[in-house]
Structure formats: C-alpha cells, structure tokens
C-alpha cells in the first residue's frame, strides 16, 4: 500500500468517486435482478414446507386406513364368534346355558357396534385429511409451477448480466486497491449503511446529493477546494465536487 498512502487528497477524492461509480454500476444491475433471488428462495422454502405436510398427511391417512382394515377384521372375528354360539345355542342343556350364550352373543355385538363407530370415525378423519392434502397438493403443484417460472426467468436475467457484474467486480476490486486501506474501509462502512449503497455524493443544490441536508456555503467552498475529505455532517457520506 505504499503506492495508496502517495496520493494527494484530490487523488484520493477522485479515486473513491471512480469506485463509487463501478460500485453503482454493480447495484443497478442487482437491482435489475431485482427481488429475483430472494422470491426463489421463499419458493423453495414453501414448497419444502407443503411437501413435509402432504407426505405426514399421506401417512396419517395410511393408518386410518390401516385400523379400518384391523375393525374390519374384528368385525368379521365377532360374527364368526356369534354364528358359534348360535350353533352351540341349540345344543344348550339348562336356561343357565343359554343365558350365558346369550350374554356372550350381546357382547360380541356391542364389539361390532364399537368397531363400527372406530371405521366411522376414521372414514370421518380420512375424508377430513383428503381435502387437506388435495388443498396442500394443488398449492404445491402451483407453487412448483411458479418455481420453474422464477429460476428461467432468473437464469436469463442473470446470464444477461452477469459477465457485465463479472467485470465491474475485478474492476471495483482493482480501484479498492489504489485507496488506502483505512478509507477504503469507511467507505465500504457507509456504503453498507445505506440502501442505495451512495458512500460518495456530489453537492446537488446547496444540498448533500444523499441525505439532501443544506450544506453551508463555508463548506462548499471547502469540498470544492479538495484540500481534505469531507463527509456530510448529517448521513457521514463523503461529498466530493471534482
Ligand atoms: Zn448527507
């Protein structure tokens, strides 16, 4: 950096305007890609999310299915049990026989009656988790849609721009390099601070071409002569008049 600390003030001042001007470059085409990234990455995130919800749909749906299957199951156990004991009924010796065989039918019907509210209720809850996952499948294959939309429509404008990008980077890196290390710092600082990344402005009016604050006339004539740097005294942004 021996090189840097050689230069006089003006040289400076004109170094970080040159800088300012690749570094603005370099914004006007993020800007153009605009929003671009970030939609691609909330669409992933949406669609990660929806995907996760369809498929613990899809299993909850498969174990309703599944204790249907096994009601089912104990339905047709429960009949075969009572067809038993209606044969046995005609082979009864005494009314305490039958009364048992009875009492024994009875509760082989009060657990089919129960099997048969468990499939029920498990239709009910199936039905209820279908709608769910169409609803989630159609916002998914939407979603996945807009996806393959955005990521073309990414890749284009970035292909567009990026050797431009490309080039203005090694460019603004090559500039840095002839500002000494501690300006260079507080211009990448201020730089950071402001949304459109304006570290060095001009005098725009009387004003400050950042922050639009009046500066005094004293002032002016002083940024005009180059003798120091100056920032303005309300945003910190480096005003320069070359
Ligand atoms: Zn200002």
Sequence with gaps: MVKAKELTVEEKLTALNELQKIDSKIDEIKVLRGELPMEVKDLEDEIEGLTIRTTKLEREIQEWETSITNNQNAIKDAQNQIAKYNEQSKQVRNDREYDAIIKSIELQNLEIQLCEKKIRDAN?????????????????????????????????????????????????????????????????????????????????????????????????????????????EHCGRIVVEL
């Design 124 to 232: 009910n809850k199936i039905k209820e988790r279908r709608a769910y996952y169409e609803e989630s499948m159609k916002k998914l294959e939407k979603k996945q849609k807009a996806l393959v939309d955005k990521k073309e429509e990414l890749t284009k404008i970035t292909a567009e721009t990026q050797i431009e990008e490309e080039k203005l980077e090694k460019k603004s890196a090559s500039q840095g390099k002839k500002i000494e290390d501690r300006l260079l710092q507080a211009y990448k600082r201020i730089r950071n601070n402001y949304k459109n990344g304006l570290a060095v402005v001009t005098i725009e009016r009387d004003s400050c071409g950042g922050c639009f604050a009046k500066i005094p006339p004293q002032r002016q004539l002083e940024i005009r002569q180059r003798k120091r740097i100056i920032a303005c």
